[in-house]
């Protein structure tokens, strides 16, 4: 059965870079079928999207934070890592990685069927 | 990008049907099939309950049931159970090649 874990600091000072890793249990990230994403939710607010990557190294990211953010992987431990610079209050949140079906050829982003329980990221100084 | 458009709260009692509208544009909703449906109790992960407007995954209750006309996607939840109280988002492919979800509705039961 298909396992997801973040982990990473809880606590970044203002102006820092976050760093999170998901890794992955009982399925390789390295699926022509799956992009591996991030997620995250502000306290008492909605999800938003952050990114997610093609396991043929393309990467797709929410337009409001691509200036920041960046996705990459690590094939041979079978984890993918975020890190989001200048990071400011606004990017306290429980951040959730997820696999989401891209079909054949990851053309669509079709659905996020498994997600990590997610990890608390507290910006403060 | 917007987010989807999905009412604040809804709530219905015990055995009744409700409906969750998400409103979106020709370039997500609109233009393609692969509007996704979340519920997410508090404290915990989303869970993945419709895909493809209108698909359920294996182990969801046939009271889950999802459409789509037009530019606005919708979440039925029929028979409504206690444990239906949660929040619910729901998110779709974009023309960008990004993926958007809605400001999520607080399901109440009555």
């Known amino acids: 059965q298909l396992q997801l874990q973040e982990s990473g600091p809880g606590l970044v000072k203002p102006s820092e870079t976050l760093s999170l890793t998901c890794t992955v249990s009982g399925g390789s990230i390295s699926s022509n079928s799956y992009f591996w994403g991030w997620i995250r939710q502000p306290p008492g607010k909605g999800l938003e999207w952050v990114g997610s990557?093609?396991?043929?190294?393309?990467?797709y990211y929410n337009p409001s934070l691509k200036s920041r953010v960046s996705i990459s992987v690590d094939s041979s431990k079978n984890q993918f890592s975020l890190k989001l610079s200048s990071v400011t209050a606004a990017d306290t949140a429980v951040y959730y990685c997820?696999?989401?079906?891209?079909?054949?050829?990851?053309?669509?982003?079709?659905?996020?069927?498994?997600w990590g329980k997610g990890t608390t990221v507290t910006v403060s100084s | 990008q917007s987010a989807l458009t999905q009412p604040a709260s809804v709530s219905g009692s015990p055995g009744q049907s409700i409906t969750i509208p998400c409103t979106g544009t020709?370039?997500?909703?609109?233009?393609?099939?692969?509007v996704s449906w979340y519920q997410q109790h508090p404290g915990k992960a989303p869970k993945l309950m419709i895909y493809d407007v209108s698909n359920r995954p294996s182990g969801v209750s046939n009271r889950f049931s999802g459409s789509k006309s037009g530019n606005t996607a919708s979440l039925t939840i029929s028979g409504l159970q206690a444990g239906d109280e949660a929040d619910y988002y729901c998110s779709s492919y974009t023309r960008t090649s990004t993926r958007v979800f809605g400001g999520g509705t607080k399901l109440t039961v009555l």
């Open positions: 990557f093609f396991y043929s190294e393309r990467t």
């Open positions: 997820a696999r989401d079906y891209g079909g054949n050829f990851g053309d669509y982003f079709y659905y996020m069927d498994v």
């Open positions: 020709s370039s997500d909703v609109g233009g393609y099939n692969y």
